[in-house]
């Protein structure tokens, strides 16, 4: 059988349940949805994906207390997925293998293939038997009830999910071999699996044999269908062995395999846990329950710590909050005193769900003993029973297979309940009696139940992964179509023939054949291209290649630069293109003799015939009118009206230049920059500054006809720094003095792009414009805006009027500043609307930046304002660049993404490109590629260096064609994917209202899962969610973009923020896309101060936080350090100087300088994440439950968010419906 690279998961989807995404179904009115249902968010977006809230009307209102999201669905599944302990220990192993893999691979890489999240369907009849006895005549009701007939009675297990088949065996029902279809064996990628809902449906394991959580308050008070959840055997999940292990893929291992099961001990009835091993004292939360289980009862009585157990809010860290494998010995979280229902199972060591280890560590830790990667796995408690004795053997040794007990389980299984988290009032700001205690009396009905967290696939477990599995080696380039390590990972990188993954990045690294596969599959062809990509120390920047007068080799037809994949013929005398085919004469000057081969014998020692990335130099026949270009100019245009002067934006920008000149730009470090200064000041009029080396002080012209605007001076407006130092210095002096006591308020904003483009035009060079801008240019002049801020449009069909320029004037000046090469980067420093949209155009046609410094204040925002600024300043930059994309025959270039200007269908034009810009280009068939040949791109940009040289940067890519889906599905980049999607996305918003630009990209990505699932995956039962193993982050990554400010704003998010961020976006590489979506949030509580590394990340959900840690998060713009309220004293003292929580000062905006081991690496490590972003991120500090909470709470991605965005488990549920239609 194939063995395929998947994850799959279980959820059980009963037809007449709430649907987690609408209103409720008719048949539940007595029980009240919570507001987060299906109405509207608190800040009056409606709810995307309504969560199903369950059915009880005395469940506390709001999900139970630090419960993560909306409950998705009813009945509990009893036990989390046992993933594959049924085979041993010896088969037992962890972890995704690595992305696009060979098929056949030995077992360690193949390791964990979880069940595939059972959505739904009928059951096998081989279920029931398994189960202990029922306990009690309420029990067996219980149990009968839950056994639907027919598809009438509404079942809490699940939102739209099928019930169970009528041919449920009676519990007590002898095991039938049953036939294995829906037991999903092929798993093939080892990755958690995803339930989604109840989990009700999958074919249960031998060792299910936990009796059903009770069901009274259904039955005794809910509606007269009933309302049971399944027994339990059905609530399980499928036992997938892992792949590569060939005598389990086919069907079920007969009888003895399965020999845990048996009846239980009757001593047990109502509360089995699987024996845990000694060293993990307990998956609960706080270690083994009290010997009187008071917790199963909801409402009965808080469980007590045992007294070995720190107390439920001890200040130590979390244990394991890192999404490893329990440690040996990890310490237990807490119980919850006053917690609302039993303390679930899943919550295990917090984040276990990060999943199993990685492949390439081998089976299970194997320091711990099979089972200790097994902690969490326990069935949750079941509700209502009576208390029985706790399970003795909870401390015993693991159990062997045969034996009797749950076989150790697999980390990462699905479908386990998730408990409230210690002391958090719930996740979500403005909902309602969060936490507040039940109202119901004692037996109170079992909280609603949803999708384990821990059991969907983690983004952490796959960046965790891919650091073991490609972090060490260094990747070469040479072997065409091999997926890159992660951005996340660190690597380094050996040019052997195809540009380095910094250079480019595909979507796919196998493109299918043909565009119908491609128009199957929805996977996007794309590239995102960042051509001047800063590399580490330790590589190679691109070989500059000089061929004289003649100029570099190209291909006569298609105009391809030589590279390795132009082929010699006769000896050497010609050459065949790789891109056309046609053949070409090789220079005389050039030839070569060819060796036994076919290679030319100076393969490696040219550049361009052996690297994947090199520059030539231009001859000038690639310069404008034939004649090499001048040194570029930077331009300084400061806004001097009053509200810029007020907030002190002019004196610091001024007393910065005085030392920043001496860092421009320069090709060679030990000689002096070529580039030239000039500066201007401006509000209602402009004020030119001549700053001539001979002149003893400054001289001022105002022009105040901005309606034309020109410069009143040639010779001394550009000038040297070295020459005209102190002119330039006592100019810097006096303009905050000169307009010390301005008046005016108004500003220009066209004039001033204008003036700059008309001095570079006379000087007849290149170059940038920094404009420090600060409102609305409201002022009589060209491109005059009003204020259109109306947030009542948001949401409408006219909303893309908002992202759209007021005027077109901008549009034009922008196509004449990248004729002249004229790059503009703006700063703005608004305290009101200044839009964005408008003012940003030229900055994003011209390859410019946008920073924006909204209400700045100089005693907070100085040092984020002129770092950008430096860094904007020294970073490397080319001028009036012209990028083209060429490609083999069979695929072309169709469409391109970024801060570029395009004249024509095929040049991409940049006046100015640096170190940080990409572009986005997206490809589509034209005709048949072969697998033979592959498809090849070549990126070529012609740009002007700091020093006025004339070069040409070449990137070469090749990646493989494939004729199967499964190879597509095989060697795909997520990242890389929702980088397109987002860029693809916020330029729809311009001409589609969001609501339609968010429902398509949902069904894009349901149509590229269904795909998968239709043609690669093996057959299973219509409930499970089947993902491949290299996509299956796609649905959490792409719900961030769905619920990003662009596409779903919340009522705070102002329409410049979203203009911004649009902006912002377009122009990001893979690594900056993929910490904005899904921020990094780091435990400082786990940091080793002697260790260079970094503690591992957790995921951005609420209930990862402890009340007693420390955690950092960054999204490439912000550094949040949010403080826990029981963080410990020395933790604090040693952080922040103070031991009192209640004395840190959150208006901080850097950590104080403290002489300890922890403060001095907790700086270095905040200094190396700033190093790593484009933009420097101010540092802010949160205290938890203070104001700012709710701006850090926005960027935990995986929760329900205040916009109306669904949590990552909803979002699942919620594609795996999209899922099903497409394939009914």
Not at 243 to 267: E, M, N
Not at 696 to 701: D, E, N, R, V
Request: charged fraction near 15%.
């Amino acid at each position: 059988m194939r063995v395929r690279d998947e994850l799959r998961m279980n959820v059980n989807q009963q037809p007449h349940m709430a649907s987690p995404y609408g209103q409720p179904q008719p048949g539940y009115q007595g029980y009240p949805q919570p507001g987060y249902g299906g109405g509207h968010a608190p800040s009056g977006y409606p709810a995307q994906y309504a969560p199903y809230n369950g059915p009880g009307s005395a469940y506390q209102q709001g999900p139970p207390q630090g419960m993560r999201g909306p409950p998705t669905s009813g009945a509990p599944p009893v036990s989390g997925a046992q993933n594959y302990s049924q085979f041993g220990q010896g088969e037992t192993q962890n972890g995704p293998p690595p992305m696009g893999a060979p098929p056949q691979r030995p077992p360690v890489s193949q390791t964990y293939t979880p069940a595939a999240v059972n959505l739904s369907g009928p059951q096998p009849p081989y279920g029931q038997q398994f189960e202990a006895p029922p306990v009690s005549m309420q029990q067996m009701t219980n149990q009968m009830a839950s056994m639907q007939v027919g598809s009438t009675a509404p079942s809490p297990a699940g939102p739209g999910y099928a019930p169970p088949s009528v041919s449920q065996a009676p519990i007590s029902a002898a095991y039938t071999p049953a036939a294995p279809p829906t037991f999903p064996l092929a798993s093939t990628a080892p990755t958690q699996p995803l339930p989604t809902e109840a989990m009700a449906q999958a074919p249960p394991q031998s060792y299910y044999r936990v009796p059903p959580p009770a069901q009274q308050p259904f039955s005794s008070t809910g509606p007269t269908q009933p309302q049971a959840p399944p027994p339990v055997s059905q609530q399980s999940f499928p036992q997938v062995p892992p792949v590569s292990q060939p005598p389990f893929s086919t069907a079920l291992p007969p009888g003895p395999t399965q020999s845990y099961g048996g009846p239980l001990p009757p001593t047990q009835p109502s509360f089995q846990r699987p024996l845990l091993p000694t060293s993990q004292p307990s998956s609960f939360p706080g270690g083994p329950p009290p010997t009187s289980t008071p917790s199963q009862f909801p409402g009965v009585m808080p469980p007590q710590p045992p007294v070995s157990q720190p107390s439920p809010y001890h200040s130590g860290p979390p244990p394991n909050a890192t999404g490893f494998p329990p440690q040996v010995g990890a310490q237990p979280r807490p119980p919850l005193a006053g917690m609302q229902g039993p303390p679930m199972a899943s919550q295990g060591p917090p984040m276990a769900s990060q999943g199993p280890p990685m492949a390439s560590q081998g089976p299970p830790m194997a320091s711990q003993g099979p089972p200790m990667s097994q902690a969490n796995h326990v069935p949750p408690s079941q509700h209502g029973m009576p208390p029985s004795p706790t399970n003795a053997s909870l401390s015993g040794p693991p159990p062997q297979p045969g034996m009797q007990g749950y076989p150790p389980q697999q980390n990462g299984a699905f479908g386990q309940v998730r408990g409230p988290q210690p002391g958090y009032s719930g996740p979500y700001s403005g909902q309602p009696n969060y936490g507040a205690p039940s109202a119901a009396p004692a037996p109170a009905p079992p909280a609603p139940k949803r999708l384990d967290p821990d059991s969907i696939p983690s983004p952490i477990q796959v960046i965790e992964d891919d650091k073991a599995n490609k972090g060490s080696e260094p990747f070469t380039t040479g072997v065409r179509g091999q997926a890159p390590p992660l951005v996340t990972t660190k690597f380094q990188v050996r040019d052997q023939g195809n540009a380095s993954p910094r250079y480019i990045r595909c979507t796919a690294y196998n493109v299918p054949c043909n565009s119908d596969m491609a128009k199957q599959s929805q996977v996007p062809l794309a590239a995102v291209i960042k051509p001047l990509a800063t590399l580490p120390p330790d590589e190679t920047p691109p070989y500059l290649v000089d061929h004289g007068e003649s100029g570099p080799i190209r291909c006569n037809r298609c105009k391809a630069y030589m590279c390795p994949f132009m082929q010699f013929i006769e000896g050497g005398r010609r050459f065949q293109c790789g891109f056309c085919s046609c053949v070409t004469e090789v220079p005389p000057h050039y030839f070569q003799h060819l060796d036994h081969t076919g290679k030319r014998v100076d393969c490696y020692d040219r550049p361009e015939l052996s690297m994947g990335s090199y520059e030539f130099m231009a001859t000038v026949d690639y310069c404008k009118n034939n004649k090499f270009p001048q040194p570029p100019a930077f331009i300084f245009l400061i806004d001097v009206s009053y509200n810029a002067v007020k907030n002190g934006m002019v004196g610091i920008v001024c007393q910065e230049l005085k030392t920043l000149l001496d860092y421009l730009p320069r090709q060679n470090p030990d000689v002096e920059s070529n580039i030239r200064v000039g500066f201007v000041t401006y509000n209602k009029v402009l004020h030119f500054y001549n700053v001539k080396a001979s002149l003893a002080q400054p001289q001022m012209m105002v022009v105040s006809d901005v309606a034309d605007m020109f410069v009143p001076l040639l010779d001394g407006f550009l000038v040297n720094v070295s020459e005209s130092r102190v002119v330039i210095e006592s100019l810097l002096d006096q303009i905050p003095e000169m307009f010390a006591d301005t008046r005016e308020t108004e500003t220009v904003f066209g004039p001033v792009i204008q003036a700059g483009l008309e001095a570079l035009k006379a000087a007849d060079c290149a170059g940038k414009l920094f404009v420090f801008h600060s409102s609305l240019p409201i002022a009589e002049a060209p491109g005059k805006l009003k204020n259109r801020e109306d947030k009542k449009l948001v949401g409408t069909d006219k909303e893309k009027s908002l992202f759209q320029p007021q005027v077109s004037f901008y549009n034009t000046l922008a196509k004449e500043c990248v004729a002249q090469g004229c790059c503009v980067d703006l700063f703005l420093f608004p305290n009101q609307y200044v839009d964005v949209a408008t003012l940003g155009v030229v900055p994003t046609s011209t390859g410019g930046s946008i920073y924006k410094y909204t209400y700045f204040q100089a005693s907070t925002d100085q040092e984020r304002f002129l770092n950008d600024l430096r860094r904007d300043v020294q970073k490397q930059v080319g001028f009036d660049a012209v990028m083209r994309v060429r490609t083999s025959t069979g695929i072309r270039a169709t469409d391109f993404f970024g801060s570029f200007y395009m004249s024509n269908t095929t040049d991409v034009e940049l006046a100015g490109l640096d170190c940080d810009k990409t572009v986005t280009v997206e490809f589509r068939h034209d005709d048949k590629l072969s697998e033979e040949t592959g498809a090849l791109m070549q990126c070529a940009v012609l740009y002007t260096t700091c020093n006025g040289q004339r070069r040409l940067r070449i990137h070469n890519m090749a990646v493989n064609c494939c004729s199967q889906l499964a190879d597509l599905y095989r060697n795909c980049e997520t990242d890389t994917i929702i980088n397109f999607f987002a860029k693809y996305a916020y330029r729809s918003v311009l001409s589609s209202p969001t609501k339609n630009v968010r429902d398509s990209l949902v069904n894009q990505c349901a149509q590229i899962l269904a795909c998968y699932r239709k043609n690669c995956a093996s057959p299973s039962s219509a409930g499970q969610l089947i993902l491949p193993e290299c996509m299956k982050l796609l649905p959490v990554y792409l719900n961030c973009v769905l619920k990003s400010d662009i596409l779903q704003p919340g009522a705070d998010v102002s329409l410049d923020d979203r203009a911004y961020l649009r902006q912002l976006v377009s122009a990001m590489d893979v690594a900056e896309s993929h910490v904005f979506f899904y921020p990094r949030l780091l435990p400082l509580q786990q940091l080793d101060v002697e260790s260079m590394s970094l503690p591992v990340a957790v995921r951005d959900s609420e209930e990862r936080l402890s009340r007693g840690g420390v955690y950092l998060l960054e999204n490439g713009l912000n550094i949040f350090l949010w403080v826990g309220v029981n963080a410990q004293q020395e933790l604090l003292q040693n952080i922040f100087g103070t031991p009192a929580f209640s004395q840190i000062d959150p208006n901080m905006t850097s950590l104080p300088a403290l002489d300890n081991p922890f403060s001095k690496r907790l700086r270095e490590i905040i200094e190396s994440v700033r190093a790593q972003r484009s933009r420097y991120m101010k540092l802010m500090v949160v205290k938890q439950e203070d104001k700012l909470e709710l701006i850090f709470k926005h960027f935990l991605v995986e929760d329900k968010s205040n916009n109306g965005g669904a949590s990552y488990v909803d979002f699942l549920c919620h594609m795996h419906k999209e899922i099903r239609q497409l394939l009914s």
